[in-house]
């Protein structure tokens, strides 16, 4: 059986342990990468490691070594963990260099996120409003059509929506506050009419079954006080989409609950492409809206699907192509 665990007792704990408060000073909750150095850390005491200056690249590469990671991506976050650690180590003056010298595995592929457009998203709430209720889901269908619509609608993340509170929403001003999520911060996200109404129409069945909610009781919840779970999310969504019978293109991965988000950004991009606006003057915009802490994180939405790319090669075509066929003749 694993050891309990017991704190950082490495040659390198005390700088771990300022290294995470220094991050999440800045707002990052840091909590996929401290299980990382927890990994660093029982390894370095397994080896019966003493003194930080003992860490030389070689035990660095029989770290690695030891955790395998089959994709690229997950090896290339555990290592780029450990570099940045070293590297804060060294900027702080506590190592002269950083023992870090392997470097990342190259990624040949990346996911193709599959894209819901407007018909086959009305389809998929369609079917999750169908769904029946089960003796610990009350309201089933409509709890799952509301969540599904919130995800798409207003391109929030999944654990936005599943720790939503009722006093979170506020109906006359068609307001959602979305509080402490992603890198500590909070924002304002409005919604429109339908998202309105579709809302009012939940929160009051809640009310009819389970009597008044507080301003602190969850929005969608089976439990009264627990939330809905993301993995619950993404199972029901896995299993509606088998329901309709849905092909997925080729070259695109399986569909994902953030999928969703990924759709509200990217056929955001779409209209701004068909409405002849500079995408790179709203990308600002639309990184505030989604919750980014920077513009990296929204610039990514740009990359070329088949959507876009048709829809910048219209626009293109509709500007210039009198300037291709001229060249032609």
């Known amino acids: 059986m694993r050891p309990r665990w017991e704190g950082f007792r490495g040659p390198i704990a005390a700088g771990i342990e300022r ?6 000073a800045l707002g990052c909750r840091f909590h996929t990468e401290e299980k ?29 070594a030891s955790r395998p990671r089959t994709r690229p991506r997950s090896y290339n976050h555990l290592l780029c963990t450990v570099r940045r650690l070293y ?19 190259r990624e040949t592929s990346h996911r193709i996120p599959f894209l819901f457009n407007a018909d086959l998203a009305r389809r998929l709430l369609e079917a999750a409003a169908r769904l029946p209720d089960r003796s610990h ?9 509301t969540m599904f619509a919130l995800l798409y ?21 068609q307001l959602l506050v979305i509080r402490d999520t992603k890198f500590s911060k909070s924002r304002l996200v409005p919604f429109g009419p339908r998202i309105g109404q579709l809302l009012n129409d939940y929160l009051a069945a809640r009310t009819q079954r389970c009597g008044s909610l507080s301003a602190d009781a969850l929005v969608f919840s ?11 999310i993404g199972t029901t969504l896995h299993h509606l989409f088998a329901e309709l ?20 950004a990217v056929l955001r991009l779409l209209l701004w492409c068909e409405q002849n606006v500079d995408l790179g003057a ?5 990184a505030t809206y989604l919750g980014h802490i920077g513009l990296a994180s929204s610039q990514r939405y740009l990359q070329l699907t088949r959507d876009l790319t048709g829809e910048i090669t219209r626009r293109h075509q509709a500007r210039f192509g009198y300037l291709i066929q001229e060249g032609s003749r």
């Open 153 to 173: 609608g207003l391109g929030l993340r999944v654990g936005e929506v599943a720790r939503l509170h009722v006093g979170d929403v506020d109906l006359d001003r």
């Open 245 to 264: 019978g849905l092909q997925i293109p080729p070259g695109a991965s399986r569909p994902r609950v953030h999928d969703l988000r990924h759709s509200f």
């Open 282 to 286: 709203r990308l600002p915009s639309l």
């Open 137 to 145: 889901a009350p309201l089933r269908g409509q709890t799952y059509r």
């Open 222 to 232: 089976f439990h009264g006080s627990k939330p809905i779970s993301a993995t619950a």
């Open 36 to 64: 990382a150095l927890c990994l660093l850390d029982r390894f370095l005491v397994e080896r019966g490691v003493k003194a930080i200056d003992e860490i030389d690249p070689e035990l660095i590469e029989a770290f690695l």
């Open 87 to 105: 590297d804060w180590l060294v900027a702080q003056g506590d190592l002269p260099s950083s023992p870090v010298r392997t470097r990342p595995r």
């Open 19 to 24: 290294y995470l408060a220094h991050k999440r």
